[in-house]
């Protein structure tokens, strides 16, 4: 059994612990041999754009840090003969433009506490439209509620709807309890 008073390691020692197993499994880079083959010939000059630097290898005790952004690969290379062909490196998106600038607001004159927000011909005009609307439209008894109002309005059409499409709705339901009775009596 194990001692309950131990206490657990922190997140930095278990790092710490992993970092260290990985650099103890990595094998370590053997220096270049001294003693090289001879230099070749140099190859015909051929002019074509550089190649990107070669990535340096990292160290085994350079850990990339969870914060670190991984490096990116190298371009693909395509050779064609004597021929290097570096592919295009991918377009860089383009910074989004600048926000507009906000316009700015208009500047309104202040009414007077006297002077009316509307003039007395659009005021009366819109006085005698509500007018025509009162007359067209039944207004409910002083007293009554929305609600009443909408129930009054809905029943004839409700008990229409209800004369047309209820007796199709009812026998299709009899029908079917009809057949799951049937099916389970023959089960």
């Known amino acids: 059994m194990s ?3 131990t206490p657990e390691p922190t997140m930095e020692e278990i790092l710490a612990s992993i970092r260290r197993i990985i650099s103890e499994d990595e094998p370590v880079a ?3 041999a001294a003693a090289a083959a001879p230099e070749p010939a140099p190859a015909p000059v051929v002019h074509a754009p550089e190649p990107a630097p070669a990535p ?16 990116e690969p190298p371009p693909p290379v395509e050779t064609h003969g004597d021929i290097e062909v570096h ?22 004159a202040p ?28 207004m409910p008894k002083s007293g009554q509620l929305l ?9 004839p059409l409700l008990k229409d709807w209800l004369d047309h499409n209820l007796p199709a709705i ?7 309890e009809v057949e799951r009775i049937a099916r389970r009596r023959m089960s």
Do not use: I
């Open 3 to 5: 001692d309950t008073n």
């Open 30 to 32: 053997e220096p270049p």
């Open 56 to 71: 340096v290898a990292a160290e085994p005790d350079d850990v990339l840090e969870l914060t670190q952004l991984a490096p």
């Open 87 to 108: 592919a295009a490196p991918p377009p860089v998106a383009a910074a989004p433009p600048p926000a507009p600038a906000p316009a700015p607001a208009p500047v309104l």
């Open 111 to 138: 009414l007077a506490e006297d002077e009316p927000l509307m003039s007395h011909t659009t005021a009366s005009s819109a006085a005698s439209s509500f007018g025509q609307l009162a007359q067209t439209v039944s």
């Open 147 to 155: 609600e009443d109002v909408v129930r009054e309005l809905l029943r």
């Open 170 to 176: 009812v026998q299709a339901k009899v029908e079917e």
